[in-house]
């Protein structure tokens, strides 16, 4: 049975930084795409950040771009999440998903039902 585990959320104040986790059992992430994906209290799903099971390209939002990094670790069948100079609009439950397709394809992978169940990350001073 295929699962995704997040982890790593938490409470922290502007400016700081947190790492996600992305577990994945039951399969490998050897050759699929990864999506991060956040979803806020009133707001629709947005897609985060992806990394392609092709050649491990990967694709920010705007609103991430330079302050997030997704990576992964094939041994491991992780996908990582680093948050950096983290804002209070950052706000939300942050959760993973797989289609089990080589390339980033966000309305794909938010479609999935592999996914996890979701962390929250609450950014607050």
């Known amino acids: 049975q295929v699962q995704l585990v997040e982890s790593g959320g938490g409470l922290v104040q502007p400016g700081e930084s947190l790492r996600l986790s992305c577990a994945l059992s039951?399969?490998?992430?050897?050759?699929?795409?990864v999506g991060w994906f956040r979803q806020a209290p009133g707001k629709e799903r947005e897609g985060v950040s992806c990394?392609?099971?092709?050649?491990?390209?990967?694709t920010y939002a705007d609103s991430v771009k330079g302050r997030f990094t997704i990576s992964r670790d094939l041994a491991s069948s992780t996908v990582y999440l680093q948050m950096n100079s983290l804002k209070p609009e950052d706000t939300a439950v942050y959760y993973c998903?797989?289609?089990?397709?080589?390339?980033?394809?966000?309305?794909?992978?938010?479609?999935?039902?592999?996914r996890g169940q979701g962390t929250q990350v609450t950014v607050s001073s």
């Open positions: 990394i392609s099971g092709h050649d491990g390209s990967t």
């Open positions: 039951g399969s490998t992430l050897d050759y699929y795409a």
């Open positions: 998903a797989t289609d089990f397709t080589l390339f980033c394809v966000m309305a794909s992978l938010s479609a999935s039902n592999y």
